[in-house]
């Protein structure tokens, strides 16, 4: 069954607290993953193939760059989920 | 000022060793002659004939907090725990430039390992056979480089002088230290965060040292296993951690006011080109290494109080090294308290450099020679004043300290320090 944006929303901030130590609660849609969520080029590729297994989505190398916030990577995954 | 000879200093110290989280610790652990190796026990380790090791006594896990620490191999994260020691030590309260008493274009890092990311490399290997491709983390390659401990160490203080990994082996520790001096001497630098580090302990390295021979089988008795200059000794125990200390030219550290540690008076180096990995035994090497140190320094032998020995518990190299010195200090061999301190840490590789100058300007400091432990019958050709057993008191008056790394490839490094 696909995931809600909520729950979508939920995964992706435990997926960064995970990776970043950033707090759930301030893994908002409006913030960027770069300067606000200290989840740098490499740590992204991890945020990215986590959320690929969690969501069960596949995210390609060339849409990555296009994910600079975390309503970005929502709306990527509840688009592409199957 | 003539900036090719100016003087340095230590004025800071940092460790995370097996017998230690931290510098204090591991003093206390030296002179106390207590044994940091232990049985390793469990399904992976079972089939190695290799079965000792002498692991962090602090898991670093503890000590950096987890986003960062799954970004560092092992010995990354021992480098910067002993660096952030060592700087904190030194007196700097931020890194260079947010404290206005360093300059970041006058502060270096020369941070070293033998073997590099070692652990992070071989996991990884795991992942991609068993998991696949894409789950292969993208932090591996700066986490296997050999300079992503210097790097790390770089960017924690703010170095943009110059960050430098030289690599040889068992002596790339002390190498790394030697480097920074020149860097301060010739003027390259003001402040430069020096020292090694080594995390390999896993099957593979333990196999493969295992197989060369090099290593102690003693697993029956893993606290008397690493016993240089006892007549029985068979191989060397691996040993985990980081040494880190900071030097600085005298004047820059007379102008912020540092303490003092001692003076890192300088180095000699030389090169077996003899075998891949046996010593030269009769020391001919090692006796161009202190040579060179006494023609390029103002040290005298009547001086050299106390020598952190290389000795790693093998049955050519120990008494090569004391061979060595007879060459060359002749009978001033008899005042010169040497003490083999990887009896008690095992052998950290290309961190031993690092944590034994650590030791050496702590005994400098505390003017006490700290203890070998496990010589039950001693070697009749280790024919110089072993500390044994317990640490011993160095003379009071101006005294200075060598310490010796040597490792496979036939590198020779000899550090020397001294009282201020």
């Known amino acids: 069954m696909a995931a809600t944006e909520a729950e979508i929303t939920e995964g992706l901030a435990e997926i960064v607290n995970e990776i970043a130590g950033i707090p759930t609660e301030d893994v908002k849609s409006e913030k960027s993953f770069t300067d606000d969520l200290d989840v740098d080029s490499l740590s992204m590729v991890e945020v990215v193939v986590a959320a690929e297994e969690r969501f069960d989505v596949k995210i390609p190398d060339d849409d990555v760059k296009n994910l600079k916030t975390v309503g970005d990577a929502v709306s990527y995954i509840l688009k592409h989920q199957d | ?420």
């Open chain 2, 1 to 420: 000022m003539n900036a090719t000879n100016r003087t340095v200093v230590v004025t800071g110290i940092g460790a995370t060793t097996p017998l230690g989280g931290d510098s204090a610790s591991t003093w206390e652990g030296l002179l106390a002659g207590r044994s940091g190796v232990r049985a390793l026990e469990g399904e992976r380790w079972a089939d190695l004939p290799v079965r000792i090791a002498a692991p962090s006594a602090v898991d670093p896990g503890e000590r950096i907090p987890r986003p960062q620490a799954r970004k560092l191999d092992r010995s990354a994260q021992f480098a910067l725990i002993a660096a952030r020691e060592a700087w904190a030590d030194a007196g700097f309260t931020a890194k260079a430039g947010e404290d206005a008493s360093v300059d970041p274009h006058r502060l270096g890092a020369v941070v070293a390992s033998g073997i590099g990311g070692v652990i992070t490399l071989l996991d990884q290997y795991d992942v991609l056979k068993e998991k696949g491709v894409r789950k292969v983390s993208p932090h591996t390659v700066p986490m296997l480089m050999p300079n992503g401990p210097a790097a790390n160490v770089g960017l924690e203080v703010g170095a943009r002088a110059g960050v430098h990994t030289p690599v040889s082996a068992c002596a790339s520790g002390a190498e790394a230290i030697g480097y920074a001096i020149e860097m301060i001497r010739t003027g390259r630098a003001d402040v430069v965060v020096a020292g090694g580090t080594e995390a390999a302990i896993h099957p593979l390295p333990i196999a493969a040292f295992g197989n060369m021979m090099a290593m102690s089988k003693s697993n029956d008795d893993p606290q008397g296993a690493s016993r240089p200059y006892d007549a029985d000794r068979n191989g060397f125990v691996l040993g985990e951690g980081a040494g880190v200390v900071v030097l600085e030219s005298a004047e820059h550290a007379a102008r912020r006011g540092a303490t003092v540690y001692c003076e890192a008076v300088g180095q000699g180096i030389s090169a077996d080109s003899h075998h891949i990995t046996q010593p030269e035994p009769s020391g001919s090497g090692i006796a161009h290494a202190l040579q060179n140190l006494m023609d390029s320094s103002d040290i005298k032998p009547a001086e050299i109080a106390h020598i952190n020995a290389h000795a790693t518990s093998t049955p050519l190299g120990d008494v090569a090294e004391i061979k060595a010195l007879r060459k060359v200090f002749g009978d001033d061999v008899d005042h010169m308290a040497l003490s083999a301190t990887k009896s008690m840490t095992g052998h950290l590789l290309g961190g031993a450099g690092g944590v034994e100058t650590v030791a050496s300007v702590l005994a400098l400091k505390h003017r006490i020679a700290p203890p070998t432990i496990n010589i039950a019958n001693l070697d009749p050709e280790a024919d110089a004043d072993v500390v044994r057993d317990e640490a011993r008191a160095l003379p009071e008056g101006p005294i200075a300290a060598l310490n010796n790394s040597f490792g496979f490839g036939g590198h020779n490094v000899v550090l020397a320090f001294r009282t201020v």
